[in-house]
């Protein structure tokens, strides 16, 4: 998993000097997966659910076809 910058955020408040601002970077994970077994991918789609991974678990579903039936995926999830 790779750890990527998201944002910059700026921040005003009354407790610092007029003028005077302060930065904060927020980080965000990126999940990058090359290759996996059907039970790891599975295990990454339940990960993704808990981490608001939205983009994975799009991925997953628009992809899995290609390489598992959805009674095996189901049948992992079950399990799981």
Do not use: W
């Not at 005077?20 to 290759?35: D, F, G, L, N, P």
């Amino acid at each position: 998993m790779h750890i990527a910058l998201c944002g910059l955020k700026k921040v005003e408040g009354d407790q610092l000097p007029p003028g005077h601002t302060v930065s904060q970077y927020e980080t965000c994970k990126i999940r990058t997966i090359k290759a996996g077994t059907l039970e790891k991918l599975v295990e990454n789609l339940l990960t993704a659910f808990g981490d608001n991974d939205f983009t994975y678990i799009s991925i997953f579903l628009s992809t899995y076809r290609g390489f598992a039936s959805t009674k095996e995926v189901l049948e992992l999830l079950l399990d799981r």
